[in-house]
């Protein structure tokens, strides 16, 4: 059981661990022995998401997850199994709980009178300078 937050929990028979060999240097140990961990967790199918979550991650624009909402993460970053496992389960509970709280939505807002003053005075004060710089003889 993976507990997310005191409302969200995942069971164990919802993701899918496979263990692959990692990539990259190592020397013998990285061609013999299968340390990778590929973790898979449908995000679409799953009865541990409250449907707002589920959306909210879905709508993300995140690479990792496929086009049949299954969010794929490979954690190869130890050299042991039981870490990289470990580290795949603490990314995938970091991805969902960034789903569980809904953004606060913008509320439009428009600069004050003083605010504008301030600005173009601002642009006046720059543009004087630059128009200054031209008109000095550098002779």
Known sequence: MLQISATVAIADDELVERFVRSSGPGGQNVNKVATAVELRFDIAQ???????????????????????????????????????????????AAFIASGLHAPVPRIATRPS???KKRRL?????????KRDRTRRNWD
Do not use: M
């Not at 997850?65 to 299954?70: K, P, S």
């Not at 005075?121 to 300078?129: C, Y």
């Open 46 to 92: 799953s009865p541990s998401l409250p449907e707002a979550v589920r959306e909210r991650l879905l709508a993300k624009r995140d690479r990792r997850v496929t086009d049949a909402g299954v969010l794929v993460l490979n954690a190869q970053r130890f050299r042991t199994q039981d870490r990289n496992r470990e580290d795949a389960r603490d990314r995938l």
């Open 113 to 115: 009178r003083a605010a």
């Open 121 to 129: 005075d601002d642009k006046r004060e720059r543009s004087t300078i």
